[in-house]
């Protein structure tokens, strides 16, 4: 089960946290990331992490977003910086064994998802 927190509203350029928490022991195999809706709009993959702590953005966010695992609270974080009115959309926490099927929007296991606007 993934729970994530730290959604809300901020201003354009303005900085938000995200947290997914989960079972011990579930971040240590597969991909670990981050995916965004707008409703209406197809899903897209914004930060992903493997097991080898090696990290992948999309270019939308690269230089803002920053992605991270704290193995020991068993979290996953997402450091949102430099906030857009277009970041506005729900996130989700999510795994899956490929960090290429993370980075097209797809995942094995979700979040129940947190919403983020900018305004």
């Known amino acids: 089960q993934l729970v994530e927190s730290g959604g809300g509203s901020v201003q354009a350029g303005g900085s938000l946290r995200l947290s997914c928490t989960a079972r011990t022991g579930t971040f240590r195999s597969a991909c670990m990331g981050w995916i965004r809706q707008v409703s209406g709009k197809e899903r897209e993959g914004v930060a992903s992490?493997?097991?080898?702590?090696?990290?992948t953005y999309a270019d939308s966010v690269k230089g803002r977003f920053t992605i991270s695992l704290d193995k020991a609270e068993n979290t996953l974080l997402l450091q949102m910086t430099g906030l857009k009115r277009d970041d506005t959309a729900t996130y989700y926490c999510?795994?899956?064994?490929?960090?290429?099927?993370?980075?097209?929007?797809?995942?094995?296991?979700w979040g129940q998802g947190t919403q983020v606007t900018v305004s």
């Open positions: 999510a795994l899956d064994p490929s960090c290429e099927r993370l980075a097209l929007g797809a995942a094995t296991s």
């Open positions: 992490i493997d097991s080898d702590g090696e990290t």
